[in-house]
């Protein structure tokens, strides 16, 4: 976990990213996604990442309503945090969330995906102080640390209560509690944090109910 606010337009993003596919899995700022790499085209695409800027990104695969998939359109830009590469030329990586990302097109298929790509800003439509609520009200619905890891959950509620983002703080909830795909896949493109926070609140409100 970092408890800078990534998603700062200072950031500096590439003008095109490697891409990961992989089913059902999304990366969101500020979080790390540890990842065993061993295919030959992703063991290229490592090679490639670590010459140039240390970043990729993983291409959520999501089935479309024909039966067939195709790319989510928003992504997270991943920085190689570590990387332990085995005898057997397999990687052990850490992958950390930057900032979310918007595919443009893709202009490299083989032997990996090399996408364009653009930042995609979060928006606030309201006051701060209303944000502030809403990060208050997340939160507050966490699993009780006598119930959930212990020291692990209370050290995470510490944390959290100290970072001043509230879009970061959204994304960390997301990533450590969310484990429906179809929520996580909302809580991903959706650019509009009060609604990023409305849909974390009704799933975590949801699994409060569920205890």
Excluded: W
Aim: aromatic share 6%.
């Amino acid at each position: 976990m970092d408890v800078n606010c990534q998603n700062h337009p200072s950031f500096h993003l590439p003008d095109t990213m490697p891409v990961m596919v992989l089913g059902d899995c999304y990366l969101f700022p500020g979080c790390l996604l540890p990842l065993f790499i061993f295919e030959e085209r992703y063991r290229l695409m490592l090679a490639h990442a670590l010459k140039t800027d240390r970043m990729f990104c993983i291409g959520t695969r999501v089935r479309t309503a024909k039966d067939g998939y195709e790319l989510l359109p928003v992504s997270t830009a991943g920085l190689i945090r570590a990387c332990k590469k085995q005898e057997d030329g397999t990687s052990h990586v850490m992958l950390q969330g930057m900032r979310r990302i918007r595919f443009k097109n893709t202009h490299q298929e083989k032997p990996f995906v090399i996408a364009d790509i653009e930042p995609m800003p979060t928006v606030i439509e309201t006051e701060a102080g209303y944000v502030d609520e809403l990060k208050d009200r997340a939160l507050d619905l966490l699993p009780d640390a006598t119930s959930c890891a212990g020291d692990a959950m209370r050290n995470l509620r510490t944390a959290l209560l100290k970072i001043e983002c509230p879009d970061l703080v959204c994304d960390i909830l997301a990533y450590h509690f969310v484990r429906r795909p179809p929520i996580q896949h909302s809580l991903l493109i959706e650019p509009v944090l009060e609604k990023r926070y409305d849909i974390l609140i009704a799933e975590l409100e949801r699994l409060q109910a569920e205890d």
